[in-house]
């Protein structure tokens, strides 16, 4: 299809790609939607009878919670427009205490990173939950301090503190696939492995990387990977990457990869890329510590949190500083491998386990 495009005048192809995304991106919406009903009809039943309110063996509630049971919600419900009301029911008809755990309230206090109908739900959701809840858990200190920020300026009485937890690193026992996707050699590309949307700042990325390779021989430059699907308010940046022929083959997407690829990914990387504007944790940056690989990540938010002394920081407005930072680990090879080692030594990766136990002592030291 892109090399039947190519044919295509300009005038004409340029538009008819504006349109196709645009479709694509409707198409998407309607099916969040779809599959939004079945959970937003559960969810009012439930509101307006508990016998609609089971456990994963299929059990009514009523049958299995006692006063002081605690409800714990560590997803993320807030597309639930009536949440609120469905925790206030179970406090009341069977004493049920509530513990929401906040990955981020980019919502609330980063808005032009976020779809437009996130935003108004998401904030509904947290002014009408977070007073009702015995237990704030949040992924890092820098969201436990958003909270209690955002919460004090919103005039929300908390009744706990906001405790932070440790957040575990996934997915290292995986085991990689027999090959890396096609075109990719071991040690011969950088890798970003993030949805793809504005926030993550594939753009900056795609800048830097324009750089590179104007000012060093194409040879010298590893290959730049995205890994993760195609979210949202990247139509811009899709565009840049065509009319660049993806710079000239030193761009490679891939979407939708399965915990082994991205295994193998990790593993067979020079070094990881995460130059994020604002996160709650920034996982990326675990995950890549975890396989012994150096990030050279954004100095925002939560990250160095996520990263501590073993990435190299940047700041994620900055093109002309994050390029001076790539070239610098193209140009110095011992520095990789210097950090390499601090990891290899230094760095213990928190375990899953270990965010459910935090939480659960908790919960169960209030008792």
Request: overall charge positive.
């Amino acid at each position: 299809m892109r090399a039947w495009a190519g044919r295509i005048p300009d005038d004409l192809r340029l538009p008819l790609g504006d349109a196709v995304r645009a479709q694509i991106a409707a198409f998407r919406s309607i099916m969040r939607a779809l599959r939004a009903m079945p959970r937003a009809v559960s969810a009012r039943k439930a509101v307006e009878s508990p016998i609609g309110i089971i456990d994963a063996a299929g059990r009514d509630l009523r049958d299995v919670a006692r006063p002081g049971d605690v409800l714990a919600v560590l997803g993320s419900p807030w597309s639930h427009s009536n949440y609120a009301d469905l925790v206030s029911h179970l406090g009341q008809t069977l004493g049920l205490k509530f513990a929401l755990l906040v990955y981020d309230l980019i919502p609330a206090i980063r808005p032009e990173y976020c779809a437009r109908q996130t935003v108004p739900a998401f904030i509904k959701f947290m002014q009408k939950c977070l007073p009702l809840a015995d237990f704030v858990f949040s992924i890092s200190k820098a969201t436990a301090h958003d909270v209690r920020h955002w919460a004090k300026q919103e005039r929300i009485a908390l009744r706990c503190p906001v405790c932070p937890v440790p957040i575990g690193a996934g997915f290292t026992h995986a085991e990689p696939t027999a090959t890396l996707p096609e075109g990719l050699m071991p040690g011969g590309y950088a890798l970003f492995v993030s949805t793809v949307e504005a926030r993550k700042n594939h753009l900056l990325a795609f800048r830097a990387w324009r750089r590179l390779l104007e000012d060093l021989p194409p040879a010298k430059v590893p290959t730049l990977v995205f890994a993760g699907r195609i979210g949202w308010m990247v139509s811009d940046l899709l565009q840049q990457i065509e009319n660049s022929h993806n710079l000239g083959g030193k761009l490679v997407l891939v979407s939708n990869a399965d915990d082994a690829t991205l295994a193998a990914l990790y593993r067979s990387a020079r070094f990881t890329l995460f130059p994020s504007l604002y996160e709650g944790w920034g996982l990326p940056v675990s995950e890549s510590l975890a396989f012994g690989k150096v990030c050279l990540a954004s100095n925002s938010s939560s990250v160095p949190e996520a990263g501590g002394p073993f990435c190299l920081y940047h700041d994620p407005d900055s093109v002309t500083e994050a390029a001076k930072l790539y070239r610098q680990v193209l140009d110095d090879p011992e520095m990789l491998s210097a950090l390499e080692r601090r990891i290899a030594s230094g760095y213990q990766p928190i375990a899953w386990t270990a965010t459910a136990q935090a939480i659960y002592e908790t919960i169960l030291s209030d008792r």
